[in-house]
Protein backbone atom coordinates (compact mmCIF):
# COMPACT_ATOMS: atom_id res chain seq x y z
CA UNK A 1 0.00 0.00 0.00
CA UNK A 2 1.49 3.25 -0.62
CA UNK A 3 0.62 5.77 2.18
CA UNK A 4 1.78 9.25 0.07
CA UNK A 5 -1.42 11.04 -0.27
CA UNK A 6 -0.31 12.21 -3.70
CA UNK A 7 1.72 11.23 -6.58
CA UNK A 8 4.69 13.52 -6.13
CA UNK A 9 7.06 12.26 -4.32
CA UNK A 10 8.59 13.17 -0.80
CA UNK A 11 11.87 14.35 -0.33
CA UNK A 12 13.46 12.57 2.36
CA UNK A 13 14.71 15.54 3.69
CA UNK A 14 11.85 16.78 4.28
CA UNK A 15 10.54 14.41 6.68
CA UNK A 16 13.88 15.78 8.52
CA UNK A 17 12.54 19.35 8.08
CA UNK A 18 9.31 18.39 9.58
CA UNK A 19 10.45 16.80 12.26
CA UNK A 20 12.66 19.78 13.31
CA UNK A 21 9.67 22.59 12.21
CA UNK A 22 6.96 21.69 9.85
CA UNK A 23 6.97 25.39 9.03
CA UNK A 24 10.18 25.44 7.86
CA UNK A 25 9.28 22.10 5.96
CA UNK A 26 6.62 23.93 4.32
CA UNK A 27 8.55 27.15 3.35
CA UNK A 28 11.28 24.94 1.72
CA UNK A 29 9.49 22.44 0.03
CA UNK A 30 6.17 23.85 -0.39
CA UNK A 31 6.88 27.68 -1.15
CA UNK A 32 10.81 27.30 -2.36
CA UNK A 33 12.12 29.44 0.39
CA UNK A 34 15.71 29.05 1.56
CA UNK A 35 18.16 31.52 2.92
CA UNK A 36 21.30 30.29 3.42
CA UNK A 37 23.08 30.90 7.01
CA UNK A 38 26.47 29.94 9.07
CA UNK A 39 24.73 26.91 9.73
CA UNK A 40 23.62 25.73 6.67
CA UNK A 41 27.11 27.08 4.90
CA UNK A 42 28.82 24.67 7.78
CA UNK A 43 26.27 21.88 6.67
CA UNK A 44 27.17 22.18 2.95
CA UNK A 45 30.96 22.34 3.36
CA UNK A 46 30.54 19.21 5.09
CA UNK A 47 28.30 17.48 2.52
CA UNK A 48 30.79 18.46 0.26
CA UNK A 49 33.16 15.52 0.67
CA UNK A 50 30.26 13.19 -0.10
CA UNK A 51 28.07 14.42 -2.65
CA UNK A 52 29.69 13.58 -5.27
CA UNK A 53 28.54 9.70 -6.55
CA UNK A 54 31.14 7.58 -6.53
CA UNK A 55 32.14 3.88 -4.77
CA UNK A 56 35.00 2.43 -3.43
CA UNK A 57 36.15 -0.53 -1.73
CA UNK A 58 38.03 -0.52 2.26
CA UNK A 59 38.42 -4.21 3.00
CA UNK A 60 35.25 -6.53 2.23
CA UNK A 61 33.07 -3.50 2.51
CA UNK A 62 31.43 -1.45 -0.53
CA UNK A 63 31.27 1.60 0.05
CA UNK A 64 28.46 4.21 -1.95
CA UNK A 65 28.43 8.00 -1.69
CA UNK A 66 25.50 10.00 -2.69
CA UNK A 67 23.35 6.64 -3.72
CA UNK A 68 20.25 7.41 -4.85
CA UNK A 69 17.27 6.52 -2.78
CA UNK A 70 13.13 5.70 -3.46
CA UNK A 71 10.38 4.01 -1.81
CA UNK A 72 7.95 3.19 -4.05
CA UNK A 73 5.64 1.77 -0.50
CA UNK A 74 5.62 5.35 1.09
CA UNK A 75 6.74 7.87 -1.83
CA UNK A 76 10.24 8.64 -0.77
CA UNK A 77 12.78 9.80 -3.13
CA UNK A 78 16.10 11.04 -1.47
CA UNK A 79 20.10 10.57 -1.42
CA UNK A 80 22.33 8.91 1.20
CA UNK A 81 25.38 10.17 1.97
CA UNK A 82 27.20 6.79 2.13
CA UNK A 83 25.55 3.31 2.46
CA UNK A 84 28.32 0.70 3.29
CA UNK A 85 27.54 -2.67 1.86
CA UNK A 86 28.62 -6.03 3.61
CA UNK A 87 30.00 -8.74 2.20
CA UNK A 88 26.20 -10.36 2.01
CA UNK A 89 24.82 -7.15 0.68
CA UNK A 90 23.35 -5.66 3.28
CA UNK A 91 22.87 -2.06 3.88
CA UNK A 92 24.28 0.55 6.11
CA UNK A 93 23.55 3.76 5.89
CA UNK A 94 25.29 6.92 7.26
CA UNK A 95 24.35 10.22 7.13
CA UNK A 96 27.02 13.04 7.49
CA UNK A 97 25.70 16.20 9.80
CA UNK A 98 28.00 19.05 10.68
CA UNK A 99 28.40 19.53 14.62
CA UNK A 100 29.61 17.19 17.42
CA UNK A 101 28.01 14.19 18.61
CA UNK A 102 24.57 14.46 19.86
CA UNK A 103 21.03 12.80 19.17
CA UNK A 104 18.25 14.70 17.30
CA UNK A 105 14.65 12.61 16.96
CA UNK A 106 14.82 14.09 13.17
CA UNK A 107 18.55 13.56 12.39
CA UNK A 108 17.37 9.75 13.65
CA UNK A 109 13.87 10.17 11.56
CA UNK A 110 15.72 11.01 8.26
CA UNK A 111 18.03 7.55 8.28
CA UNK A 112 15.12 5.60 9.29
CA UNK A 113 13.67 6.47 5.94
CA UNK A 114 16.95 5.53 4.33
CA UNK A 115 16.80 2.90 5.91
CA UNK A 116 13.09 1.83 4.62
CA UNK A 117 14.57 2.87 1.15
CA UNK A 118 17.12 0.68 1.12
CA UNK A 119 15.40 -2.31 2.61
CA UNK A 120 12.80 -1.92 -0.47
CA UNK A 121 15.87 -1.40 -3.06
CA UNK A 122 17.62 -4.54 -2.00
CA UNK A 123 15.20 -6.64 -0.51
CA UNK A 124 17.49 -7.59 3.28
CA UNK A 125 16.78 -6.01 6.08
CA UNK A 126 18.43 -2.62 7.75
CA UNK A 127 18.72 -2.90 11.46
CA UNK A 128 20.83 -0.02 12.11
CA UNK A 129 22.99 2.93 10.75
CA UNK A 130 24.88 5.55 11.75
CA UNK A 131 25.08 9.40 11.97
CA UNK A 132 28.50 10.71 11.55
CA UNK A 133 29.30 13.80 13.31
CA UNK A 134 31.72 15.77 11.83
CA UNK A 135 33.24 18.01 14.36
CA UNK A 136 33.49 15.57 16.35
CA UNK A 137 34.48 12.73 13.37
CA UNK A 138 32.62 10.37 15.57
CA UNK A 139 29.38 8.03 14.75
CA UNK A 140 26.11 7.39 16.69
CA UNK A 141 24.60 4.44 16.04
CA UNK A 142 20.89 4.61 15.51
CA UNK A 143 18.81 1.02 15.58
CA UNK A 144 16.09 1.48 13.14
CA UNK A 145 13.68 -0.20 15.35
CA UNK A 146 9.51 -0.27 15.21
CA UNK A 147 8.99 3.07 16.79
CA UNK A 148 11.51 5.11 14.25
CA UNK A 149 9.60 2.89 11.19
CA UNK A 150 6.50 3.80 12.72
CA UNK A 151 7.64 7.49 13.14
CA UNK A 152 8.66 7.65 9.66
CA UNK A 153 5.01 6.65 8.23
CA UNK A 154 3.74 9.14 10.66
CA UNK A 155 5.37 11.95 9.41
CA UNK A 156 4.80 11.06 6.06
CA UNK A 157 1.47 11.49 6.06
CA UNK A 158 1.84 14.71 7.69
CA UNK A 159 4.46 15.89 5.25
Not at 105 to 128: F, I, N, S, Y
Request: aromatic share 6%; proline share 6%; glycine share 6%.
Amino acid sequence: MNLAVSDDPIPISALQHWSYCPRQCALIHVEQVFANNVHTARGNAVHAQVDEPGAERKGTVRIERAMPLFCDRLGLVGKADLVEFSVDGLAYPVEYKHGPRRQHRHDDLQLAAQALCLEEMTGKPVPAGAIFHFSSRRRREVEIGTVLREAVATVVQAV
